[in-house]
């Protein structure tokens, strides 16, 4: 799985926090979980297994401070990949 993590800093506050999940050959996308800060923000599980998935969360994190997103994917066949982003 590519898995890519993109935070920007929100003009009204906090971080605007995007996320990309392609499959590589061979794999599909079965679920997506999101941590900002070791709090879940996304559990989501894919009917049809897709190839691609993007979700944008909005204000989260703080700023200024610390923040850490996890985000943790599923393939069709339970095989996991993690990725993290930590910034201040």
């Given at each position: 799985?590519?898995?890519?993590?993109?935070?920007?800093?929100?003009?009204?506050?906090?971080?605007?926090?995007?996320?990309?999940?392609?499959a590589?050959?061979?794999?599909?996308?079965?679920?997506?979980?999101?941590?900002?800060?070791?709090?879940?923000?996304?559990?989501?599980?894919?009917?049809?297994?897709?190839?691609?998935?993007?979700?944008?969360?909005?204000?989260?994190?703080?700023?200024?401070?610390?923040?850490?997103?996890?985000?943790?994917?599923?393939?069709?066949?339970?095989?996991?990949s993690?990725?993290?982003?930590?910034?201040?």
């Amino acid at each position: 799985m590519k898995i890519d993590i993109k935070h920007t800093k929100n003009v009204l506050r906090d971080w605007d926090v995007d996320v990309t999940v392609n499959a590589e050959s061979g794999e599909k996308i079965s679920s997506v979980e999101i941590k900002v800060n070791d709090f879940p923000e996304v559990n989501e599980s894919q009917d049809d297994s897709v190839s691609s998935w993007e979700k944008q969360l909005t204000q989260k994190g703080q700023y200024p401070g610390d923040n850490k997103v996890v985000v943790t994917v599923f393939d069709q066949n339970g095989n996991s990949s993690v990725a993290k982003q930590q910034w201040s």
